[in-house]
Nanobody, 116 residues
Framework: QVQLVESGGGLVQDGGSLRLSCAASGRNTFSISTLGWYRQAPGKQRAFVAFITRGGTANYADSVKGRFTISRDNAQNTAYLEMNNLKSEDTAVYYC?????????WGQGTQVTVSS
């Protein structure tokens, strides 16, 4: 089992920045391979944002490339999402996930609201 706790969401103005964190804990953290983020805007389906492998390879959705940076601290089992130049269309609930032992685990989500 893996438990995820997200933090760092909030209200920011257009063009601002936020940093999300996702801390993993539990029995299976040793086998975590991929860490990533999805988001769900009001009335829309959950959408991929970014992921990072254990080796540090990152992948991003086109909509956030050049603005968001994902990173991880393997020793702390923590992932980060640095979000810059935020836009109103980035408003969503952001969910952290991990892949561990062939299973996906999800966090509870953290709200990001960008005001124009």
């Amino acid at each position: 089992q893996v438990q995820l706790v997200e933090s760092g969401g909030g209200l920011v103005q257009d063009g601002g920045s936020l940093r999300l964190s996702c801390a993993a804990s539990g029995r299976n953290t040793f086998s975590i391979s991929t860490l990533g983020w999805y988001r769900q805007a009001p009335g829309k389906q959950r959408a991929f944002v970014a992921f990072i492998t254990r080796g540090g390879t990152a992948n991003y959705a086109d909509s956030v490339k050049g603005r968001f940076t994902i990173s991880r601290d393997n020793a702390q089992n923590t992932a980060y999402l640095e979000m810059n130049n935020l836009k109103s269309e980035d408003t969503a609930v952001y969910y952290c996930y991990v892949l561990s032992g062939g299973l996906n685990y999800w966090g509870q989500g953290t709200q990001v609201t960008v005001s124009s």
